[in-house]
């Protein structure tokens, strides 16, 4: 396991040198998504400010929710963002590769790629957490636990990019299908918090786990809720076993195919 | 030599996809469709030797492709069974990844941005192998491939002669002892391609690695296989030494004439002899060897042609391999 980890650093290494070698789109790709995510927190602030506190929730628990979720999208989609180009392999044949790789599967497809944009989501994220933070006043028990659910959260996500991404070996060109479906996790993990409530709270939770993404970290650090914690975390971990088999099952019904491909 | 590298027992695989029936709606063909299966690999058992070099041939969809992947581990087969230096490549695919290289000529393993070095020591770290063997081996293999005008360049600037050479040279990077070649020769001119077989040819003397390729290059086959192995739709044809290949199955030869006379019209031959270049200088007859022998043909043609030079030769390779193709029509 310690030779896996080991390769996967430097496969990352490798990537970031990879992309650093385009250093305009390195650079702009950055930059670029620092300015949307810092669009769309406007927006957002503006309409609690507008509307006022819907079900507890403030303008700054969204600063909290973005930071969440942006700073864990931003690591699963820098450190594993090969993951996400699955059903581009699969279905050009370039999976091949992989398979003839003596290391594990999953690793040496998620350090594939680097997406440079991911850095401008985790500088982004980690700039919201630290303005939230300014805000709520934070204690040392909530600095515990927003560590803990940036783990948590950045699990919860790498779970729904890996289980979605298996759906590459059930059809054929996958990639819209695969798109759309982390789009349904993807969304809502974005939306104001205090708009799930009953049924769409519990499917959000359970069987489509966004909320774990953003919107609960933020409500237990928010009310030191150790309840929530415990279910976030089983939640978490279930999603990402449940993931992991999904993406084995697929592997089996992987199929190759010939179109000519170049590059990584 | 006598080790056995590969043994494939009665190995089958087969694929199933929908198909349109025109005789229903949409959205039955939506729904519900027709499965269509098709077996690509159907019951085929080999061995292939420590150090053998052997081509493993076919037309389009004859199935080589779908074989070399089930025995690199990527496909896993439907029946049969596939032992690999000892190993099953469904079960032991990671294991097995240690022990063999691959080259797939239509698909690059390189990092496209960055010098071809870091692209060997990428693979030289993912086959586990310490920075001194890593240093160790990039040299020796850069020697040995000539590597050293383009080490440095990124991938992406490559020509695809070099790109190909790179290919290799990374696939070859952990010292595997068989190495699975599948159309390596793709797109490259005369030159490369000549430069390529010698280098194979180099590895396989200097380090006894087995190699195991497809092509459709005549010439991959001639100078680097001793050995080949025939598949078509999926069961296989021949296996026996390459230059056994065209003594089994020449069924034709040809003599080259230069005439000394012209001819408006050109004489009829008798049975066993036809035309194959019919022009002022030159004149081409094939001679079907099973009706007609060598000596009977010559003097035939003798009494009717005066002739400034004769000259037998046996049928190509490329031909022969035409032929057994097309003697194996469609099930």
């Keep these: 396991m310690i030779k896996e980890l080991s390769f996967a650093l430097y496969a990352i290494k490798k990537n970031i040198q990879s992309s650093a070698e385009l250093r305009t789109s390195f650079l702009m790709n950055i930059v670029g998504m620092t300015i949307n995510n810092t669009a769309f927190i406007i927006i957002w602030v503006f309409f609690v400010k507008s509307v006022g506190v819907i079900h507890g929730w403030t303008a700054a628990d969204i600063i909290g929710l973005l930071g969440f979720s942006s700073l864990s999208y931003g690591v699963v989609h820098s450190i594993a963002s090969g993951i996400g180009l699955t059903a581009e392999y699969v279905s050009s044949g370039s999976f091949d590769r992989f398979m003839v790789s003596p290391k594990n599967l999953l690793i040496r497809i998620a350090t594939s790629r680097f997406s440079a944009s991911a850095i401008g989501d985790i500088v982004f994220g980690l700039v919201c957490l630290g303005v939230y933070s300014f805000l709520i006043h934070i204690s040392i028990v909530q600095i515990i636990l927003m560590v803990f659910l940036v783990v948590v959260s950045t699990m919860v996500f790498l779970a729904a990019l890996i289980a979605v991404m298996s759906a590459s070996f059930l059809f054929t060109d996958a990639h819209a299908v695969t798109s759309s479906l982390f789009e349904l996790f993807l969304t809502p993990t974005l939306f104001h918090g205090g708009s799930f409530q009953g049924a769409t709270r519990f499917i959000f939770t359970f069987f489509i786990p966004s909320l774990i993404a953003g919107a609960l970290p933020v409500e237990i650090v928010r009310d030191v809720s150790l309840e929530k914690l415990v279910i976030v975390s089983v939640v978490a971990i279930v999603w990402f076993l449940l993931s992991l088999k999904l993406f084995t099952a697929g592997v089996k019904k992987y199929e190759s195919s010939n179109l000519m491909t170049f590059g990584n | ?331």
């Design chain 2, 1 to 331: 030599m006598d080790q056995d590298s590969i043994v494939v027992s009665s190995l089958s695989k087969s694929f199933s996809f929908p198909i349109k029936n025109p005789s229903v709606g949409w959205i039955k063909n939506l729904f519900n469709p027709e499965i269509k299966e098709i077996t690509a690999v159907d019951d085929i058992s080999f061995s292939v030797k420590s150090g053998e070099r052997v081509a493993f041939i076919g037309p389009n969809g004859a199935g080589k492709s779908t074989t070399i992947k089930m025995l690199t581990g990527i496909l896993f087969p439907t029946s049969g069974e596939i032992r690999v230096l000892g190993l099953d490549p469904s079960n032991d695919r990671k294991k097995l990844a240690y022990k063999i290289g691959t080259v797939f000529g239509q698909r690059s393993q390189l990092l496209p941005n960055l010098p071809l070095t870091d692209s060997l020591e990428f693979f030289g770290v993912m086959y586990d192998l310490s920075d001194r063997e890593i240093r160790h081996r990039i040299k020796e293999l850069s020697e040995l491939f000539d590597l050293g005008s383009f080490i440095d360049q990124p991938v992406r600037k490559l020509s695809l002669g070099q790109r190909m050479r790179a290919e290799v040279v990374v696939s070859l990077i952990h010292k595997p002892k068989i190495i699975f070649l599948d159309e390596p020769t793709i797109g490259l001119d005369v030159v490369a391609k000549k430069s390529f077989r010698d280098l194979l040819l180099k590895i396989n003397k200097e380090e006894n690695t087995t190699i195991f390729l497809t092509s459709h290059d005549v010439g991959d086959i001639e100078s680097l296989c001793e050995r080949t192995i025939v598949i078509n739709h999926g069961t296989l044809v021949k296996d026996l030494p390459t230059q056994e290949l065209a003594r089994t199955f020449v069924k034709e030869k040809n003599i080259d004439i230069t005439p000394n006379t012209t001819f408006s019209v050109f004489p009829e031959l008798p049975e066993g002899l036809k035309y194959a270049v019919k022009s002022k200088d030159k004149i081409t007859v094939i001679i079907d060897i099973s009706k007609i022998g060598v000596q009977e043909a010559l003097r035939k043609l003798l009494d009717v042609f005066m002739v400034d030079d004769i000259n037998v030769y046996d049928t190509d390779l490329e031909t022969i391999i035409r032929n057994i193709y097309e003697s194996n029509p469609a099930r």
